[in-house]
């Protein structure tokens, strides 16, 4: 998979992409990721890339034609573009599992007070990883780029992400532990320890379930 990601801030990423499981996705050539500065874009003589707001209002607005001509070069039949703003779709696992399958996503990462309208039709998806507001979208996009690229095939073990929650069945992980048997006095339960595996099964099932109950009881209602 190649993912472009567009941002005006481009060493965010140096660090989150250069260590544990993305490094050795990149150095495996399983996913290739390219960082644009929209700014080398622009075509005005100043290099800016935002204006204040018709219709006045506070803040900068980002221009369209930087992120528009990034875009469309970088545009081919298979690419998918996603916009990450605070107003778009609710990110979910579910929809990680479907971008993970995509050739060619094409990030456009928002910042300041946002970006002009006009912005929005270069996209075919515009997402939001959560009810709250970022200062932009770049850390937004390596929550998505991290998501997606450990469910491409070959990343981590298919059967790691196959028992993750939010999967299919909206339960949360049963606990692990590993050693020591015993650490400040909390026990490993007796049945981790018995090689019963239905046992063993039954006990994280109803541990899922417990779990479930106590932190996240909307999950259940599904
Ligand atoms: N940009 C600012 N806040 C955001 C959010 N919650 N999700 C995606 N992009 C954002």
């Known amino acids: 998979m190649k993912i472009d990601i567009l941002s005006l801030f481009p060493d965010m990423f140096k660090g989150v992409f250069s260590e544990s499981i993305i490094k050795r996705a990149i150095d495996n050539k399983l996913v290739e990721i390219n960082i644009h500065n929209f700014r080398d874009y ?10 204040t707001p018709y219709g006045g ?52 990462c928002g ?30 996009s390596m929550v998505l780029v991290d998501s997606i690229t450990r469910l491409i095939p070959g990343v981590i073990k298919e059967q ?5 929650s939010f999967n299919n069945n909206f339960l949360l992980d049963y606990p692990t532990y590993t050693k020591p048997r015993v650490y400040k006095g909390m026990e490993v339960p007796e049945v981790l320890l018995s090689g ?27």
């Open 196 to 222: 019963d595996h239905k046992k063993i099964e039954e006990y994280r099932k109803n541990e899922s379930i417990k779990k479930t109950k106590e932190l996240r009881p909307d999950l259940l209602e599904k």
């Open 111 to 140: 910042h300041y007070e946002g970006f002009d309208e006009r912005i929005r039709t270069l996209a075919d998806i515009e997402i939001s990883i959560g009810d709250y507001i970022l200062t932009g979208g770049e850390i937004a």
């Open 160 to 164: 790691s992400h196959l028992e993750d």
């Open 42 to 51: 622009t075509k005005d003589p100043h290099n800016k890339v935002d204006d």
């Open 57 to 108: 209002g506070c803040g900068m607005v980002l221009t369209p034609q930087p992120i528009f001509d990034c875009v469309e070069k970088l545009k081919t039949k298979d690419s998918k573009v996603i916009l990450l703003t605070p107003s778009g779709r609710p990110y979910k696992q579910k929809l990680a599992y479907s971008l993970s399958h995509e050739k060619h996503l094409i990030i456009i």
